[in-house]
């Protein structure tokens, strides 16, 4: 509420404030956006002759930032004009004073509702781009089909879900999968790696916190639980937050409430929570590190992902999937895997599974000068995977005799530092042809380079 007239203004935030609406008040529009930012309002209601900075710049500055609040004009009785070149900055609606309060009442009501709207249609936009978009969770194995049966039994209900598994195999995809197939699809889907922050930070950005309540809190602040009010709250990571966290955690589980740090008015919100560790809560609970009935409330339904090893039938779809992904990145134009090259990522264990799958083929994208991935581009630790394939030999049986020439030369140049002479007389054929087979590979010598002269005509050197 930003209004220059203390009596105006304190009333109007009175009123409202009796109606439900949590309001700030400011007096002028600097006081206004410098509260804007840490109170995140909905509605910015503001009259429009102020000193300073007049009510349209208001509007103006309000209506260019991202995700902006909407904004409600008050004028004077008979200044039309001014609030009509208020709608055309940015604002939502305007009244004229001596204000009514039921019409406000009325007006943000309908200001609220279209926001609302606003939002639902980004949301709706996004999930079409999403689908229109390769599908981020890919896998036939029998483990993953197992999973997406998991996901369509379970999202339509309002069950906690525990998701475990190893590192880096697409927990929080499966997680957004749930969200993304719920009623509360529409609502926001929000997200917090609980390992990455200190205990204190924790329980703020969970529950949120009062102005003053601890040092550097300046503003109070809504955590993760009221930002996903009407939608669902990832917890990445739930094994390592400490035993005082998981108390307040396991009342909210049951009571679906909680006080923000520092307060105390009790704030209840409809969130649904889904957590997700690359722990054993099990033997965590037998050691005494996690609640047991933390555990119980939060592993309503399990669900494990698979680690990429028990599902090597789907590392080729996943290879090209990111093949796709970085190249178009990094605009270059690859379009296959070699079939050795293949061979080895199957044939790798995958410690750090699809995440680390997905660096690989991103290094060897920006790598690769070719238009296919070669081997040589995967890094070492893929390269040695199988006795069979040590330094990029072709595997045998399978290979084709172009494959095996292409390694015999590589690798003989490289023993022998880029000579193409001392090349060609260890493995017997022309030094000619194996210029010719590296510009295929493009990979021209880089030394011993051959100059030949020939006589031309009327004795021209050529």
């Not at 009333?11 to 609406?21: K, N, P, S, W």
């Not at 090597?312 to 990094?330: G, M, T």
């Not at 605009?331 to 799958?357: C, F, H, I, Q, S």
């Not at 238009?371 to 595997?395: F, K």
């Amino acid at each position: 509420m930003v209004d220059d007239e203390v009596n105006a203004r304190t009333a109007l935030t009175e009123l409202l404030r009796d109606e439900g609406y949590e309001v700030e008040m400011a007096a002028d529009a600097f006081k206004a956006l410098g509260k804007y930012e840490s109170f995140s309002p909905h509605v910015v209601v503001t009259d429009l002759k102020m000193p300073g900075m007049d009510g349209i710049e208001l509007v103006k500055k309000i209506r260019a930032g991202e995700d902006a609040a909407a904004v409600v004009v008050m004028t004077a009785f008979g200044a039309v004009q001014t609030a009509v070149d208020a709608m055309r900055a940015g604002a939502s609606d305007y009244l004229t004073k001596p204000l009514n309060f039921d019409e406000l009442l009325v007006v943000l009501d309908k200001v609220l509702e279209t926001e609302q709207l606003r939002r639902e249609t980004r949301q709706l936009r996004a999930r079409v781009r999403d689908r229109v978009a390769p599908n981020n969770i890919i896998g036939d194995a029998p483990p993953m089909q197992r999973v997406f049966e998991i996901v369509d039994q379970v999202a339509p209900s309002r069950a906690t879900v525990l998701i475990t598994g190893e590192s880096g195999t697409g927990k929080e995809l499966v997680a957004n999968a749930i969200h993304q197939r719920s009623p509360r699809a529409s609502g926001p889907f929000i997200k917090l790696h609980c390992a990455a922050l200190a205990e204190s930070l924790l329980e703020s950005e969970l529950f949120g916190h009062e102005r003053g309540s601890f040092t550097g809190a300046m503003a109070r602040k809504d955590g993760r639980f009221s930002l996903a009010d009407g939608g669902t709250l990832f917890l990445d990571e739930i094994g390592e937050i400490s035993q005082s966290v998981q108390v307040k955690l396991l009342r909210f589980l049951q009571e679906h409430e909680f006080e923000r740090v520092g307060g105390t008015q009790t704030i209840h919100v409809d969130v649904r929570v889904i957590a997700a560790t690359n722990r054993n809560l099990t033997e965590e609970v037998a050691k005494g590190r996690f609640r047991e009935d933390l555990y119980y409330r939060l592993n309503v339904v399990a669900l494990e992902t698979p680690p990429l090893r028990d599902r090597r039938c789907d590392i080729p779809a996943l290879a090209k999937f990111f093949l796709d992904k970085y190249s178009k990145a990094n605009a270059k134009t690859l379009d296959a895997l070699t079939a050795t090259t293949l061979e080895m990522l199957v044939a790798y264990d995958w410690p750090g599974n699809v995440r680390e799958l997905e660096n690989a083929i991103e290094r060897a994208v920006v790598l690769t000068p070719g238009n296919q991935i070669e081997p040589r581009s995967l890094p070492s630790t893929v390269r040695p995977a199988t006795s069979a394939a040590v330094s990029g030999m072709p595997v045998i049986p399978g290979a084709t005799m172009a494959e095996l020439e292409r390694h015999a030369i590589l690798e003989t140049m490289k023993a022998t530092g880029g000579s193409t002479s001392k090349a060609a007389e260890m493995l017997g054929i022309s030094a000619r042809t194996i210029q010719y087979r590296l510009h295929e590979y493009n990979e021209a010598p880089r030394s011993d380079v051959e100059v030949v002269r020939k006589d031309g005509p009327n004795g021209t050197k050529t």
